[in-house]
């Protein structure tokens, strides 16, 4: 099947006063029709930048970002800044973290909802507007919204918010729905009610989605496949089932050991033990290789960097010992017991 969105060798490089800072180096990511990828990692490891890079968001001025973005045929890299913006909020509906800095304080949500409508369907009368608004806040599990519509953001609960901007997300009903660790900055109770308001909003509107999560239980729960990321790369790749039965990277495997079963949610990463590399002083050879288990006895790691490979049809993995790793999984199982 055809990619709704295809990423192919992305690169972003920060201008810093210590030179050009590599953050996102060389993904390729085919969202496929309606499915929702997973893309996961700790804080640091490229993800949100990748979003960003793909959908012009980063400032020009500090940023170079190459590589192709491809949508219905067109490399949004490559639009001008006018259609770019237009087909944000049409083709692509995108959710961030924090809904407080991406709503205005001073405007009504049935006012922002529907300018999310009228600057994509400037023909759409204002009382149209209002009646699709009141649809969307309904969809999206916003009671009363009759009443709610003419409230301002500061009487709405963070959980409120968030459902509003997930309304806005699919008003033109995009193809594509970006989702920046949605629920981060929820309490946890409410957490699992906002990501399925997303599911729903997802199925609703038939939109392919991508899902950003550093919490390997909302990917267990919420996702279709998965891209894991590390230092600014894609580490492994597979089907959600394949990456939690047979993780062919340590990395994946250290996040999964931090997830008791499957169906447990892990509140964090981790623990695999040391910090992620700082843009400025990513490790020679493969970039996980100071917190890798395997590579203490392997001169290889410390030199060369892996290629991602292919293992088995869609499962790819970056890692010079990764027929090994299976092995590893057996060990880390018997310890457990
Ligand atoms: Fe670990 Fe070496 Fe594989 Fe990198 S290449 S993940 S250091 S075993
Ligand atoms: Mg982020």
């Given amino acids: 099947m ?7 060798n992305l690169v972003t490089e920060f201008r810093t006063p210590d030179g050009m800072l590599r953050a996102v180096d060389g993904i390729d ?9 997973g893309l996961v990692g700790e804080s640091g ?6 979003m960003m890079s793909a959908l012009g968001l980063l400032p020009a001025r500090n940023t170079v970002v190459s590589g192709e973005v491809l949508l219905d045929g067109r490399d949004l890299l490559r639009l001008p800044k006018r259609q770019l913006q237009r087909v944000r909020g049409r083709d692509v509906g995108v959710v961030f973290q924090d809904p407080m800095t991406s709503l205005n304080p001073v405007r009504t949500i049935g006012w922002q909802i529907g300018e999310a409508i009228w600057t994509h369907d400037p ?8 009646g699709r608004v009141v649809d969307l806040l309904r969809l999206v599990g916003v009671p009363s919204p009759q009443t709610r519509v003419d409230q301002y953001p500061h009487e709405f609960s963070g959980g409120m918010r968030q459902r509003v901007m997930i309304a806005i ?25 906002v990501l399925d308001v997303l599911e729903a909003a997802k199925q609703e509107t038939g939109a392919a989605t991508i899902l950003i999560t550093h919490d390997l239980g909302i990917v267990a729960q919420y996702v279709d496949r998965a891209a894991v990321m590390y230092s600014g790369r894609i580490v492994e790749q597979a089907p959600l089932e394949r990456l939690f039965r047979e993780p062919h990277h340590p990395y994946t495997v250290g996040l999964l050991a931090s997830v008791p079963r499957v169906e447990a949610r892990a509140e964090h990463l981790v623990p695999i033990p040391g910090q992620p590399p ?23 790691c410390r030199i060369e960097a892996p290629d991602l490979l292919e293992i088995d ?14 092995g590893y999984v057996h060990t880390i199982e018997g310890e457990l017991g």
């Fill in 123 to 130: 023909k759409v009368s204002r009382r149209a507007a209002r």
């Fill in 169 to 193: 997300a699919i008003a033109n009903q995009p193809k594509v729905l970006i989702a920046d660790e949605p629920t981060t900055a929820l309490d946890v109770t409410i957490q699992a009610q």
């Fill in 45 to 50: 490891s490229g993800k949100s930048v990748t």
């Fill in 313 to 326: 049809d869609g499962h790819l993995a970056r890692c010079h010992f990764s027929a090994e790793v299976a």
């Fill in 2 to 8: 055809d990619a709704v969105l295809s990423i192919r």
């Fill in 278 to 300: 700082t843009l400025s002083a990513r490790p020679p050879g493969c970039a996980f290789h100071p917190r890798c288990p395997l590579a203490s006895s392997r001169e290889r």
């Fill in 29 to 37: 990511l085919e969202l496929r029709p309606g499915e929702t990828l």
